[in-house]
């Protein structure tokens, strides 16, 4: 397999380590800029003015990290969310930018935090979401900042899934779920009148669908819809007489992301995710910004932060041949500034490009995804690892991909296939995953995986299944239902018994359950059809080695569910590898843990699939 032009081997530390800065946000008066990078290993926040060079930390956590955060509306200071351990009981805390206090804003035992709004026009409040009172639902509270009041402003009656908020700071939208699994969009003419129904939408049109924002004056709500079609669009709703207004649709792909103007909330442009992310801009007064920021680089763009006075944009281009870029655009120069990469040490190595892919799956549908190969190495009779995106409903991007780098590195061809029930192809292909974990959803992957030994790319032989979450359910299953495919499997923090999985969830998913109960099955009513996909009881067909990785905090997927199928594996005298991380949840946040998991993985994989490891 070796090749005289074989890359050099990029170290693991490059890859997986922590970025050397990540996430800059700009303040709203546009004078700072805030970033994350480490301090003593540690991802924290640092502060400095935008033009300077002299930026310091302002946080100093020493443990897991911060990975986001937020500026404070006044300039003062900035709001961060933070769990322990990853067990998800987030929390929001500010810090001064002068004194450096940190605040615990919600210091509530066993709660969790969500953002509901913030608003450049009520600059000291937030809206939050906290199931103080009842695990399972969250109820909206105004925090002021500044004295860290907080003021309970809706109760949700046990099913409001989210809420939104009108350009006034009133909560006058919620999204609710209905017993049968659908939604209701309620709205209220003010916080003193009572919810009515404006939308309603059956369980097969509320994959994806959803509120957005009210129009400044109120009279309209944006909404992502797919009632009467396939792909989710966008739209706005008259609040009064609920006649709908269709802004940007596509028949096959769903509408991805949504820029507005921060002082008329008007959409000004609308993206799709096809084989790459495409922007569709709709108002004029911004198409000779995005033409510029098209020129500042080759990658997928996102606009991720502006001052209050939309002057300047910080921009984030996702490529697949290096690393995370961001500039600062200013629209009134009409210029960009490189601010800095991510992980500026990867343009020191070769990389390989990720190119789409399609195939027909064996029931006829159109199955996309992407495929990385090694480079230097000529694509015929390689090794390969189908790498399994978790989720399911989420889907594989076009972009830089550290665990596609690092697979194609080591010398394997990297397989990522959105399977029915990933999103952005349509509520028709995500429907088509409705109860098919461990049956169509798995099918997929088999047809993809054959689709590539057909054209010759791959040994039959040397394929591994590799995947944390649902991909690493879909590692058991690999191992368990198709154990002839695969010659080993990698699975992350994923389900091994449905049943369970299901009767586990955390309490805050509770509202849901009746979604669980259609897309994968209910435990109470379909018993035996949960065990017939649960890797559990089929260990008896695992022939090949297992790696298998756990948070020991992680409230998704419990630690048992690692432990039963190892325990089973154990008995059985299969041969596996188990790695279970005392301080982790639902994936590795701690860069030592990071690194421990991938050199036992890449060990793992070199010594089944034969490749390269550090």
């Known amino acids: 397999m070796a090749s005289t032009t074989e890359p050099k081997l990029i170290p693991k530390s490059v890859i997986f380590g922590n970025p050397v800065k990540a996430n800059p946000q700009i303040s709203p008066d546009g004078t700072m800029m805030a970033y994350l990078a480490p301090v003593d290993g540690v991802l924290n926040i640092w502060v400095g003015a935008i033009e300077g060079e002299d930026y310091r930390p302002i946080t100093h956590d020493r443990d897991q990290g911060i990975q986001d955060y937020l500026w404070a509306g006044d300039n003062s200071g900035i709001l961060y969310i933070q769990d322990v351990g990853g067990n998800e009981n987030y929390h929001f805390y500010s810090v001064d930018l002068q004194s450096e206090e940190v605040r615990d804003l919600t210091p ?326 409705d109860k098919e974990w461990g049956g169509k959803m798995h099918d997929d992957l088999v047809d993809a995986v054959n689709w590539a030994i057909g054209l010759g790319y791959v040994d039959p032989e040397r394929v591994a299944i590799y995947g944390g979450s649902y991909g690493g359910y879909a590692a058991l299953v690999g191992a368990t239902f198709t154990p002839d495919l695969f010659c080993c499997a990698v699975d992350i923090v994923g389900p091994s018994n449905l049943i369970s999985f299901i009767e586990t969830i955390p309490p805050y998913w509770q509202p849901m359950i009746t979604q669980f109960h259609q897309q994968v099955g209910n435990p109470e009513t379909e018993a035996e059809f949960l065990r017939s996909r649960s890797p559990l009881f089929k260990v008896d067909q695992i022939k090949i080695p297992m790696l298998i990785a756990q948070g020991a905090n992680d409230p998704r997927i419990k630690q048992a569910e690692s432990e039963q199928i190892v325990e089973a594996m154990r008995s059985r005298g299969i041969e596996h590898q188990y790695l279970l991380f005392p301080d982790e949840g639902h994936g590795f946040a701690k860069p030592e843990n990071r690194m421990k998991f991938y050199s036992v993985a890449e060990q793992f994989l070199a010594e089944h699939l034969g490749g390269r490891f550090e």
């Open 108 to 433: 509530f035992e066993n709660i969790r935090v969500r953002m509901v709004s913030h608003n450049k026009d009520f600059p000291n409040d937030l809206l939050i979401g906290l199931n103080r009172d009842n695990p399972q639902i969250h109820d909206v509270y105004n925090l002021h900042v500044p004295s860290g009041e907080l003021r309970l402003v809706a109760r949700n009656p046990g099913n409001f899934l989210g809420w939104v908020a009108d350009s006034h700071f009133k909560v006058r939208g919620a999204l609710a779920i209905r017993p049968d699994g659908g939604y209701d969009l309620l709205v209220r003419d003010s916080e003193e009148d009572e919810w009515r129904v404006l939308i309603s939408w059956s369980p097969e049109d509320s994959r994806g669908s959803g509120p957005g924002h009210f129009s400044n004056d109120g009279r309209h709500i944006l909404i992502q819809d797919t009632r009467g079609v396939n792909a989710i669009r966008l739209a706005k709703v008259d609040v009064a007489t609920g006649e709908m207004e269709v802004i940007v649709e596509d028949p096959q792909y769903d509408v991805t992301d949504i820029n507005e103007d921060p002082d008329t909330r008007e959409v000004r442009m609308v993206a799709f995710t096809r084989a790459r992310q495409e922007w569709v801009v709709l108002d004029d007064a911004i198409r000779k910004d995005i033409d510029a920021v098209r020129r500042l680089h080759h990658g997928d763009f996102t606009i991720i932060s502006q001052d209050n006075a939309d002057s300047i944009w910080v921009v984030m281009f996702l490529a697949d041949d290096g690393p995370v870029a961001f500039f600062a655009y200013d629209r009134k120069a009409g210029q960009g500034k490189h601010l800095f990469d991510s992980r500026p040490e990867l343009k020191n190595y070769r990389l390989a490009p990720m190119e789409p892919i399609s195939f027909q799956s064996r029931d006829g549908l159109t199955i996309h995804g992407y495929i990385m190969f090694p480079p230097g190495a000529e694509r015929k009779n390689l090794p390969m690892v189908l790498n399994v995106h978790g989720g399911p409903w989420t889907r594989d991007n076009w972009g830089y991909d550290h665990e596609a780098q690092w697979l194609a590195n080591r010398g394997y061809i990297c397989l990522q296939v959105n399977y029915r029930g990933s999103t952005g192809y349509g509520k028709d292909f995500v429907t088509a995953g």
